[in-house]
């Protein structure tokens, strides 16, 4: 469970302060400082020796530590976190053997209650600050763990997953009612708490997807305004050439959902691995984002996101933990994996964590609001301590920016966060911390 937050009015934090900013690659103070106001939002920041604190003003002064953006998630799967680590099989087989059976517990309302307590805050412990999170089938266990994000404090885009074909029975809707229920969810959740909480339409991929379900999700989107349509997409060989047969008047996996009308802004296609240059100029053409889930497509072994190519192009697109095909929450985790599945290409650290912070904000049309710190955003932000690990000299903090980074993306771990800030409220600390479930 989460500490018992405190709200921060008129708070500043001096610390090593490092960002990717709107303009530019980046911001890096290693004595800067970083003031909230009493409405959660970045006042000012800068260098140390131009803070001129006010009469009321709270400092707290983190040494040595950084002040990072939080991380977004745009790929995570809520019901799925006690089933991380299970491997052995490919996609389509993995489902049936682990992931179908868990969701079915989600049934029971209460058990939702409590793995939802453990997902978010969990989320929080690793630094991250906003995620797109699928549900199940389930209209109320959605509806509690929304309920728990509202008061963990979470930033969150979720919905419940729609499936009608393909699948268990005991996880088949007919596909009105599953819409209904979607629509019902939007209507009560959607831009809760000032759009901290914001709804997603959740199909879950084309494979469980009837016609009429797609098209009607399609038309629900589209008149839901502000959602996100949140799906899978080209992540496996297996599951590509299923779509290829249950869909054959498609000239692929992309045009399914193009032509039942799920595509375009806030869309967010995790995965979107076996794709040719047709696909990706419409997937551009259109403005939808994608979520890159590197971790997953190693467990899996799905093959490989087009890192480069997609950058060329032009898609906006953030990083996923995918969770449980990922085996890790951490981004840090994701991040260098991102690296690390590149058969030749270097990503460079500066790059990875803007992937993880203020690329997926952008993917996500939120970087209005977040993904970086800067003047008139919200404060969502982590504070950060890479020498938690032994691994990482304690003089780490004495080198250059780009050296420590370097080191938090390729060593780092959810034991270097130490705190988590959402809206400049402290939704963990470690030294309160104690695990829910
Ligand atoms: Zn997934």
């Known amino acids: 469970m989460?500490?018992?937050?405190?709200?921060?009015?008129?708070?500043?934090?001096?610390?090593?302060?490092?960002?990717?900013?709107?303009?530019?690659?980046?911001?890096?103070?290693?004595?800067?400082?970083?003031?909230?106001?009493?409405?959660?939002?970045?006042?000012?920041?800068?260098?140390?020796?131009?803070?001129?604190?006010?009469?009321?003003?709270?400092?707290?002064?983190?040494?040595?530590?950084?002040?990072?953006?939080?991380?977004?998630?745009?790929?995570?799967?809520?019901?799925?976190?006690?089933?991380?680590?299970?491997?052995?099989?490919?996609?389509?087989?993995?489902?049936?053997?682990?992931?179908?059976p868990a969701e079915m517990k989600f049934e029971d309302v209460d058990f939702a209650e409590k793995l939802s307590y453990w997902f978010f805050d969990e989320l929080l412990r690793n630094g991250t600050t906003t995620a797109c999170v699928f549900t199940t089938i389930h209209k109320t266990s959605c509806d509690r763990a929304f309920s728990v994000a509202e008061k963990v404090g979470n930033r969150v885009i979720m919905g419940k997953v729609l499936m009608d074909e393909n699948c268990p029975d005991s996880l088949k809707e007919s596909h009105q009612q599953s819409i209904e229920e979607s629509l019902a969810l939007f209507e009560k959740w959607h831009?809760?708490?000032?759009?901290?909480?914001?709804?997603?339409?959740?199909?879950?991929?084309?494979?469980?997807?009837?016609?009429?379900?797609?098209?009607?999700?399609?038309?629900?989107?589209?008149?839901?305004?502000?959602?996100?349509?949140?799906?899978?997409?080209?992540?496996?060989?297996?599951?590509?050439?299923?779509?290829?047969?249950?869909?054959?008047?498609?000239?692929?996996?992309?045009?399914?959902?193009?032509m039942n009308g799920l595509f375009g802004t806030n869309t967010v296609f995790a995965h979107s691995i076996h794709l040719d240059d047709n696909d990706l100029a419409e997937l551009k053409r259109h403005d939808c984002s994608l979520a890159h889930c590197p971790s997953s497509n190693f467990f899996l072994k799905s093959g490989i996101f087009a890192f480069e190519r997609i950058k060329e192009s032009g898609i906006r697109f953030g990083l996923g933990s995918d969770v449980a095909a990922g085996p890790e929450m951490s981004m840090f985790q994701v991040m260098k994996d991102a690296n690390y599945i590149q058969p030749s290409h270097w990503l460079t650290p500066a790059d990875l964590f803007y992937r993880a912070t203020l690329g997926g904000a952008r993917a996500l049309g939120l970087s209005q609001q977040i993904g970086s710190l800067?003047?008139?955003?919200?404060?969502?932000?982590?504070?950060?301590?890479?020498?938690?690990?032994?691994?990482?000299?304690?003089?780490?903090?004495?080198?250059?920016?780009?050296?420590?980074?370097s080191s938090l993306v390729f060593l780092g771990d959810d034991r270097c966060v130490e705190a988590t800030y959402i809206r400049g409220r402290e939704v963990f600390s470690k030294k309160n911390f104690s695990k829910a479930y």
């Open 191 to 258: 831009d809760r708490d000032n759009g901290r909480l914001k709804y997603a339409f959740t199909p879950r991929f084309a494979v469980t997807s009837s016609r009429e379900l797609l098209k009607g999700v399609g038309e629900a989107w589209a008149a839901s305004a502000g959602s996100y349509l949140h799906t899978h997409l080209a992540e496996s060989r297996g599951e590509v050439d299923l779509v290829r047969e249950l869909f054959p008047e498609a000239r692929s996996y992309v045009d399914v959902y193009k």
């Open 2 to 100: 989460v500490a018992e937050s405190k709200t921060t009015a008129s708070k500043t934090f001096l610390g090593h302060i490092y960002t990717p900013v709107e303009k530019g690659s980046n911001l890096d103070l290693p004595e800067g400082f970083l003031s909230v106001d009493e409405n959660g939002k970045i006042s000012a920041v800068g260098k140390r020796k131009d803070f001129l604190p006010g009469a009321d003003e709270q400092v707290v002064d983190l040494g040595k530590s950084l002040l990072l953006p939080g991380f977004v998630d745009m790929h995570i799967h809520l019901p799925q976190v006690a089933q991380t680590g299970r491997s052995g099989e490919h996609l389509l087989a993995w489902l049936e053997k682990y992931i179908f």
């Open 374 to 405: 800067e003047a008139g955003k919200d404060a969502d932000f982590i504070i950060v301590d890479p020498t938690n690990r032994n691994a990482i000299a304690n003089d780490m903090l004495e080198k250059e920016t780009e050296d420590i980074l």
